[in-house]
């Protein structure tokens, strides 16, 4: 291997996009499959410029369905595999990623989230938390990290490798065209510098040996003769993502003992939340907030555990209640009152969100 | 006369009896694959990736590494893997529909690409897994379950000539051939041009097999022959289509 893209600790000022191909390379991802869609576009045009430097390599296809299953098949040789993709191309990339779920294919993917089907709008949204959480006809068993900045975009795709190949659970960032596409400033970094090492990845076929007679070949199927057969791997398979659960859930909190008012948002939308709540706390309100940084798992516990605290919670989204939804489920029985400040397509500013909690704060009274 | 084994090395005994209907041409062209995979002595590195359809019956058919993917992307599933490690060989295996309808991008743009990989498609003109639906392959004329009148070409279009397709718009070092199970041995040759093909890194393999659907046809075993060697044949030639030295037939 050639010189390592990136030493120790770098300052840098850069798009998202530009941050996941940074990191894709500092967490030794050998091969990207892709096909082009606004606003992902530059992971791609990035990971093209550096690739060839450091020795990896990059397959554009005919559509994301074949990125999708690409990547599978990269991961199956044995690669640090990944695609990135946003809005229609997430719903093709639920078919191959239904058969990495079933056959715990350890595949990366990155969503840069746009608003609405065809071209709707290029920009930006929060409407795809379903797809990416419960896409394809599965269970839902990947691993969702949803990121706020570009430092966390970097963070986080270098973790969601290891994610993915320890848990072998297809693993997804959660982003968006404001992250995409927005100039911010992070640190880059040799995940080595840091202590991270890199998990290790492993071939499903093309082991040594001759199959059958050196060592069993792999049969890797997702077709099964009966019901219980199929019942059988599901349950091992929800068992294993029920167990890691715990170790994988990533959430943050503020100021949640005894709030009159819990925000709860994702992704960038929390930046706006957060803000508002220490606003808000400045001012002596008692807000505070709770972000999911995994929306699959979900860290159902600590959310209970904030809400129980919490006169009312309000759920903030880009959406039509998509996190809603996760909420409600993840708060069911308990009977704390949830309002909503729902904005599906468009970006959401502190100033909203502080408006809109002050009035509900007043009607309380 | 060079007498075979009777079964290949490269089968995997203990899913035999294969689980493909008698009189069904699955198994002869998986016999001629396992023959050449143990003459070419690739068995530890082949993967053999196959479609939906009837050929998922043949996910654990061979003692060499098999993945079954979803119904028409096992090309792009192929070429992933062989991208990430162009070491392994890999042949991609599937029915007319997932080659030619549902997965026909994929085998358009890997073959375009040049991709070095085999593509082994089984013509049986129709849809056997799903219970005998027309295949972008049914003959004109030909009744199945969707066309219960027979293959109205006005309405239901043309069948898709698939080597024609594939020779037309692959480069120089491509493999393409059309074989059938009535002739064996040519149909082997032929698998074993396009594997040796992609060894030599020359280019995209394809090879389209002729095959049988007595179950779908509805047809005993002399009409099921009859049905392949006479209006099969008349409507798909066999023969190489393209080979790297430009060779035809
Ligand atoms: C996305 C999707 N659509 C439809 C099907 C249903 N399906 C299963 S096999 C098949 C057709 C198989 O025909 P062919 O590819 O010619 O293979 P054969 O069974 O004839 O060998 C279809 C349509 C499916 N499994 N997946
Ligand atoms: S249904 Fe047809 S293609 Fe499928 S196994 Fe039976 S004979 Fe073969
Ligand atoms: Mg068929």
Redesign the interface.
Known sequence: MGEKPIKGEQKAFMTGNEAVAWAALAADAEIMYGYPITPQNEVMQYWTRLAPKYDKRFLQTEDELSAGFTTVGGVLAGRRAFTATAGPGNVLMQEPMSMAEAMRIPTVVVIQQRGGPSTATVIYSQQEVTLTCFGGNGEGLRIVYSTSSHQELFDYTIKAFNTAWKYRFPTFVLADGYQAKMRESLVLYDPQAKGIEMVPTESFVGKPGTPGEDRPPAHLRNTYNTEEELFDVLSKNIREFEENAPEITEYEEFNTDDADLLLIAHGIVFRSAAMAARELAGEGQKVGYFRPITLRPFPQEELRQAAAKAKQVMVVESAYGQLLKLVKENLYGMEVPIKTHLRPGVGITPEEIVADTKKILGEGE | MEVLPKIPK?W?LESKPHKFCPGCGHGLVLKALGQVIDELGI???V?FGCD?GCS?LA??F?????????HG?TT??????????P??IVVAYMGDGGGYAIGS??L??AATRDDKITVLLVNNTIYAMTGGQMAPTTMPGQKTETTPYGRDVGVAGYPMMGPEMVSAITQEGAYVARGSVARFRKLKQYIKNALQNQMDERGFSFVEALSTCPTNWRTNAEKTWAFLEEQMTDQYPPGEFKTPQGKEG
């Open positions: 490269s995997n068995q530890d590195r993967v939906i998922l996910w654990d061979f003692n060499v590494d098999s993945v079954q993917t979803h992307r792009p599933v192929m070429v992933g893997i062989k991208r990430a490690n070491e392994l991008q994929h358009v743009n």
